[in-house]
């Protein structure tokens, strides 16, 4: 994966579903349709949501599909979409009868209750009244990357150990502690993300290695929360309130 100064890339998934709907050939009808519509809406594209007041959308090939809890909770909004501007970082869904759109930005948002991390900035606009929010999905921001520990709780590596941190989509981690090679699981949630059934090979090392490498993995097995700092660095933070600070840049490139 490329990487861009925002670390968010503008690839794969998400040019995917916008070139899908800007070279739709069929135009919908212009009518918004409400309570559940009865009509094929094929594979959903992406998510947002927003906070304050409540609201939920999703992107599919013709529609976008909405929830106001302002509205009710319960009643999907369905409106066709009839044009798609996008550029380098953003994407603008347009929908029928000047009602408004859907935009989708390359920025790294944080969820403003659970504090959450997600790809994409989210503003749903209808009839005038701007929703803002956030889209996709958080494991885009973690897969494609190695990621290198900056330091753990304020304490750096030692300058001859690597300590590094892959995700997979598969819901598995592995890495270099520092000494040995380790290896796990990761569970993404809707409030935060854990670390569970870690592993390491069994090296002998200098022992200010060893010493941190100890320090890396208990710490990542305690981590309940996940976010990014202002440098797009990967925050894993504990209950207790330690943090792994982790770079995509390498420690020489930093």
Same mark, same amino acid.
Request: proline share 4%.
């Given at each position: 994966?490329?990487?861009?100064?925002?670390?968010?890339?503008?690839?794969?998934?998400?040019?995917?579903?916008?070139?899908?709907?800007?070279?739709?050939?069929?135009?919908?009808?212009?009518?918004?349709?409400?309570?559940?519509?009865?009509?094929?809406?094929?594979?959903?594209?992406?998510?947002?949501? =927003?906070?304050?007041?409540?609201? +939920? /959308? &999703?992107?599919?090939? %013709?529609?976008? #599909? $909405?929830?106001?809890? *302002?509205?009710?909770?319960?009643?999907?909004?369905?409106?066709?979409?009839?044009?798609?501007?996008?550029?380098?970082?953003?994407?603008?869904?347009?929908?029928?009868?000047?009602?408004?759109?859907?935009?989708?930005?390359?920025?790294?948002?944080?969820?403003?209750?659970? =504090?959450?991390?997600?790809?994409? +900035? /989210? &503003?749903?606009?209808? %009839?005038?009244? #701007? $929703?803002?929010?956030? *889209?996709?999905?958080?494991?885009?921001?973690?897969?494609?990357?190695?990621?290198?520990?900056?330091?753990?709780?304020?304490?750096?590596?030692?300058?001859?150990?690597?300590?590094?941190?892959?995700?997979?989509?598969?819901?598995?981690?592995?890495?270099?502690?520092?000494?040995?090679?380790?290896?796990?699981?990761?569970?993404?949630?809707?409030?935060?993300?854990?670390?569970?059934?870690?592993?390491?090979?069994?090296?002998?090392?200098?022992?200010?290695?060893?010493?941190?490498?100890?320090?890396?993995?208990?710490?990542?097995?305690?981590?309940?929360?996940?976010?990014?700092?202002?440098?797009?660095?990967?925050?894993?933070?504990?209950?207790?309130?330690?943090?792994?600070?982790?770079?995509?840049?390498?420690?020489?490139?930093?």
């Amino acid at each position: 994966m490329m990487h861009t100064v925002n670390r968010v890339v503008w690839t794969g998934a998400a040019m995917a579903f916008a070139l899908n709907l800007s070279a739709c050939s069929s135009t919908p009808e212009d009518d918004v349709v409400t309570a559940e519509p009865e009509v094929e809406l094929g594979e959903r594209i992406l998510r947002a949501s =927003g906070n304050e007041p409540f609201w +939920t /959308a &999703e992107v599919y090939a %013709d529609y976008v #599909r $909405y929830m106001l809890a *302002a509205d009710s909770w319960d009643t999907w909004n369905l409106l066709p979409i009839v044009g798609v501007q996008m550029d380098e970082s953003q994407a603008e869904y347009q929908f029928s009868g000047g009602r408004g759109g859907l935009t989708i930005t390359q920025s790294i948002c944080h969820d403003t209750m659970a =504090g959450m991390p997600f790809p994409y +900035t /989210a &503003e749903l606009s209808v %009839d005038g009244a #701007r $929703y803002q929010g956030c *889209a996709g999905d958080t494991k885009d921001l973690l897969l494609g990357s190695q990621w290198h520990v900056v330091d753990v709780d304020g304490t750096q590596p030692p300058r001859d150990a690597s300590v590094t941190l892959n995700f997979d989509t598969d819901g598995r981690i592995y890495g270099q502690g520092g000494c040995n090679r380790y290896f796990g699981s990761y569970n993404l949630t809707g409030e935060g993300i854990s670390f569970s059934q870690m592993g390491l090979t069994r090296m002998a090392c200098a022992e200010a290695r060893m010493d941190f490498e100890v320090k890396y993995v208990n710490t990542l097995g305690n981590v309940t929360q996940i976010s990014f700092n202002e440098e797009n660095e990967l925050l894993l933070s504990t209950v207790q309130g330690e943090v792994i600070r982790a770079s995509y840049l390498p420690r020489e490139l930093k």
